[in-house]
């Protein structure tokens, strides 16, 4: 047991990142069944929708599992409703100010986690009485910081800051890197890209088989004028750099952008026009597999390798 698995009630420190058109209940369900911690991507869902997938989840898995809220998309209020009446009671936010639900959510007695993306943020959810901190590195996949901090330096300065619970994200899909961050001060990993291309991730096949055709450099942080967000280089992200060139108004950036982008790409696997989101660490994802080979084999790598630097 360590600080994650016992927080959560979970056998490994793994859990699997809330991502918009991935993280269904089939995939959340799928980790917490194979000892992780599955978590459903609330931000592509519909209040009602999330409400079916929790349902589902709960059907589907005797294991804990948790909600991902990122603040910045609507209808928040009606989806912190719908997590308390349907009982769940691990909730993971992000893109947001910490203090804004916490409390709340504390006194139904939900456990809270908030991903932040610099020290300064991870000091402001511990303070905000949050159970543990998710720092995310530049290298993930999805939205991201401003500031283009790697896992490998914000690990340990956030770990110098907090005292509670500290889970490492960005650039993780091997047991490798797990032992890694941890090293570096982190109590648990969360995952995303590497789930993404799991056989029960919900987004469409042409993504799924786009993931593993990326290649070392295939991917980049930008729309920072609006949320910052790292995208596989496609004809979708040359039309932004296009329009960068361009000096663009943040109005300019928004009006490319549109309206659903980001379905269009992941979910309905239109590889030209659409927002395809993922990390640096795709370079290294090679096959779209079931999320519990995905766990065993981080497991497997994970055990191997602390056999290894024990002879450093
Ligand atoms: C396709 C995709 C969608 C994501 N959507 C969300 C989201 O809705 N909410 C969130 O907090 N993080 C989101 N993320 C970030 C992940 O939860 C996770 O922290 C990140 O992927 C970890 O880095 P990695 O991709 O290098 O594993 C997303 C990531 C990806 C790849």
Not at 27 to 47: D, E, F, K
Not at 48 to 54: D, K
Not at 203 to 213: P, V
Not at 259 to 283: H, N, P, T, V
Request: glycine share 10%.
């Amino acid at each position: 047991m360590n600080k994650i698995t016992s927080l959560f009630n979970i056998k490994y420190p793994i859990i699997q990142g809330g991502m918009i058109w991935n993280s269904g209940y089939k995939l959340a369900s799928a980790v917490s069944n194979a000892g992780g911690l599955g978590l459903i991507g609330a931000g592509s869902m519909y209040p009602e929708v999330l409400r079916e997938h929790i349902q589902k989840c709960k059907k589907a898995t005797d294991k804990p599992f948790g909600v991902n809220v990122p603040m910045l998309y609507p209808n928040i209020e009606e989806i912190i409703n719908i997590i308390i009446d349907e009982g769940v009671k691990i909730v993971f936010t992000s893109a947001g100010n910490p203090k804004t639900w916490t409390s709340f959510l504390k006194e139904k007695g939900i456990t809270v986690i908030h991903v932040v993306s610099s020290s300064k943020f991870a000091l402001k959810a511990q303070e905000a009485g949050v159970d543990a901190v998710v720092a995310e590195g530049f290298e993930a996949g999805g939205h991201n910081g401003r500031e283009e901090t790697t896992t490998l330096t914000l690990i340990p300065m956030v770990k110098e800051q907090i005292s509670i619970p500290l889970i490492a994200a960005g650039g993780i899909a091997t047991g490798r890197g797990m032992l890694a961050v941890m090293v570096l001060g982190a109590d648990g990993v969360q995952v995303g890209s590497r789930f993404a291309a799991s056989t029960e991730s919900s987004s469409h096949d042409n993504f799924k088989k786009t993931i593993i055709e990326v290649e070392e450099g295939g991917t980049q942080l930008t729309l920072k004028e609006l949320a910052p967000v790292r995208l596989i280089k496609n004809k979708f992200y040359n039309d932004v750099q296009e329009l960068y060139a361009k000096c663009p108004t943040p109005e300019d950036l928004k009006t490319l952008l549109g309206r659903a982008r980001a379905k269009r790409g992941m979910f309905e696997g239109d590889l030209i026009d659409g927002e395809l989101e993922i990390g640096q660490i795709a370079g290294l994802i090679h096959d779209i597999k079931p999320a519990a080979n995905i766990i065993e084999d981080m497991m497997t790598e994970f055990e191997i390798a602390k056999q290894e630097v024990a002879h450093l």
